[in-house]
């Protein structure tokens, strides 16, 4: 992994990073507040303790970069190749997030927080998401195959379609409105 520089305690506002190239690096407790990012490059750079409120990173590249205690806030992450990054202690809160066609395919996500998230047609396939917690999520289309859900929070997620019988969901929480949404497969109707 090539690095060119490391920052530290840093606070990038307001800057397009399509206009001005984002350079390669370690970043540690940095915050990236109002930036653009989209379809740029962030390959193989560090983020520790950083967190990225209000950013627009659609479509960038991330494949072999490190997120470690990262906090996604108030931003676009659709089309994220998470599956791309160090898989090495990868750990990320997601807040209001826009996650549209992101991929999480065979992560480990223990204890992953995502709090009113819109994830349309994200892939969790192969991924084990033991104790996460999708709090008020939109997981409409969103992929579950092969997923390790056991003691998941989706009691208050909505739009999900989880398939028991392919997912192991031991002591997953839902609510009594979700249950169509294990039960989708069987073509029967569920009174309200």
């Known amino acids: 992994m090539r690095r060119l520089g490391y920052y530290t305690d840093k606070e990038y ?12 690096g370690e970043y540690e407790n ?9 379809n740029g490059r962030l390959n193989e750079c560090v983020f520790l303790n950083c967190e990225f409120n209000n950013c627009d990173l659609t479509n960038s590249n991330i494949s072999a970069s490190v997120f470690r205690d990262v906090y996604f806030v108030n931003s676009n992450l659709s089309g994220l190749q998470f599956n791309s990054c160090s898989q090495l202690l990868f750990s990320a809160e997601f ?42 999520c939109d997981l409409n289309k969103a992929l ?13 997620a909505y739009n999900y379609s989880i398939d028991p019988e392919k997912n192991k ?20 109707v569920i009174k309200k």
Do not use: P, Q
Request: hydrophobic fraction near 40%; charge should be positive.
């Open 169 to 188: 969901i031991a002591k997953a929480k839902f609510s009594i409105l979700g249950i169509s949404g294990l039960l989708g497969k069987y073509d029967i």
């Open 30 to 38: 940095c915050k990236f507040l109002n930036c653009v990012f989209s």
């Open 95 to 136: 807040i209001n997030c826009r996650l549209t066609l992101s991929s999480f395919f065979g992560m480990k996500l223990h204890k992953t927080k995502f709090y009113k998230c819109e994830m349309v047609e994200v892939d969790f396939g192969n991924t084990d998401l033991t104790n996460s917690e999708f709090s008020e």
């Open 144 to 156: 579950f195959d092969s997923s390790n859900l056991s003691k998941c929070d989706f009691s208050t």
């Open 13 to 24: 506002t307001n800057i397009n990073f399509n206009k001005i190239k984002f350079i390669v």
